[in-house]
């Protein structure tokens, strides 16, 4: 079947969203709002239908020329086509429709951080290796697409990468592997097993998340906190106050041996835990701290977190930083009748794709 639309909005997952007379909705990958589509879909009979942009009928004047020539082929990039101060609106205006959807509302809505760096930002990229071949996943698929220059990758990855194919073949590299610019500049070639620890991929951005953090934790006046999902203490490191006492915990082994190594000892005691986080974990924390803690400072993965099972009548604050709008809704609305949802700030740490990430503060309700 085929039809025109127009496109309104984009989805969650980076597709252009538009709605034809009769009330459908299609979801086309590709397109951006502004576009006048012309697409092709099967779901006859469904509301809700994915659809294949067929032709640009009237391009948006949000259009922009892609800089890659492997745009929608590579599995990289969702927005390359697409003006980046509109991108950065799409993202604020999805995360503040699902808030006022669920009845959340914070007093202080602070506008997205933008990256300062739209191209280039990337300090660590995810490779596959197939014969000779070594590059990117292509666009729902397992094969492999060799990309001359990656524009989301710092220099260094990239000329890594050049690298690295001139030596092949004969030279030994895992079916997956990941280059990574560490924080003395050089690149590191890491086995997939060995990058078991979290690290965030945009270093600039990476700070103003940090700042953020440890703003809010110096005009809150916590003193004992309770961090989990602490990785390698990338936050803990920011926030930490002069006095008190901290325990931050995460699940990967070789995560809390680098922050361990990472603690010069200055300012509050910080005990790194390797445990798994889930909800029976608060019960088993050391006796007068399960109950005393008055700062809950939180990172989750995309899955989110059980954070009711973390609330306690002492505690006063709550900081979660957030990689997945819908789990944090789901996680944070139980709260609204103890906490209010003070301030939100979303960063831009991934330009030129659909990802957002955004720290909230909520504060006890007196
Ligand atoms: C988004 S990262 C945040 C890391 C850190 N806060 C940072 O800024 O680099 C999420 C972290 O959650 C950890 N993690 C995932 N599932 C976990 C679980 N069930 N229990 C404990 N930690 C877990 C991962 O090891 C990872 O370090």
């Known amino acids: 079947m085929l039809a025109e639309i127009e ?22 990958e590709g397109a951006i709002p502004g576009d006048t589509v012309e697409i092709s879909f099967s779901e006859h009979g469904k509301r809700y239908r994915d659809a294949e942009l ?3 009928k009237k391009p948006s004047p949000e259009r ?25 609106d799409a993202k604020e205006k999805m995360l ?33 290796c197939q014969g000779d071949k070594i590059g990117f996943n292509r666009r729902r698929s397992h094969e492999i697409v060799e990309i001359e220059y990656c524009h989301l990758a710092h220099p260094k990855l990239n000329q890594a990468l050049r690298e690295l194919r001139e030596k ?13 610019l560490n924080e003395k500049g050089t690149v590191e070639v890491v086995r997939q097993t060995e990058a078991e620890s979290f690290l965030q991929v945009n270093t600039a951005q990476n700070e103003r998340l940090r700042l953020l953090v440890a703003e809010i934790v110096r005009s809150d006046g916590g003193k004992n906190i309770l961090e989990l999902y602490c990785g390698d203490g990338n936050l803990t490191f920011a926030y930490r106050p002069p006095e008190g006492r901290i325990i931050a915990i995460d699940a990967s082994s070789a995560a809390i041996e680098k922050a361990r190594k990472r603690d010069n000892g200055t300012g509050a005691s910080v ?30 993965p995309r899955a989110g977190a059980d954070l009711a099972s973390f609330v306690h009548n002492k505690l006063m604050h709550i900081i979660y930083v957030s990689c997945s709008p819908g789990t944090f809704v789901r996680d944070v609305r139980s709260l609204k009748k103890e906490f209010a949802f003070e301030t939100l700030q979303a960063v831009d740490m991934f330009p030129h794709t659909r990802h957002i990430e955004f720290v909230s503060y909520l504060k006890r309700l007196l």
């Open 7 to 28: 496109i309104d909005h984009v989805s969650q997952m980076g597709h252009g969203v538009g709605y034809d007379a009769a009330g459908n909705i299609y979801f086309v």
């Open 54 to 56: 067929l032709s640009l």
């Open 64 to 88: 922009v020329p892609p800089v890659c020539p492997h745009f929608q082929v590579c599995g990289g990039c969702d927005w390359l086509q697409w003006e980046y101060r509109a991108q950065l």
């Open 96 to 128: 503040m429709h699902l808030l006022e959807r669920n009845d959340i509302r914070f007093r202080n809505k602070l506008p997205i951080a933008e990256a300062p760096s739209r191209l280039e930002y990337r300090n660590r990229i995810q490779l596959h």
């Open 168 to 180: 092949r073949p004969g030279f030994s590299l895992e079916p997956r592997f990941e280059l990574l």
């Open 271 to 300: 005990d790194f835990r390797q445990m798994r986080i889930d909800g029976a974990l608060r019960r088993r924390l050391p006796a007068g701290y399960r109950d005393g803690y008055d700062t809950l400072i939180l990172d989750p």
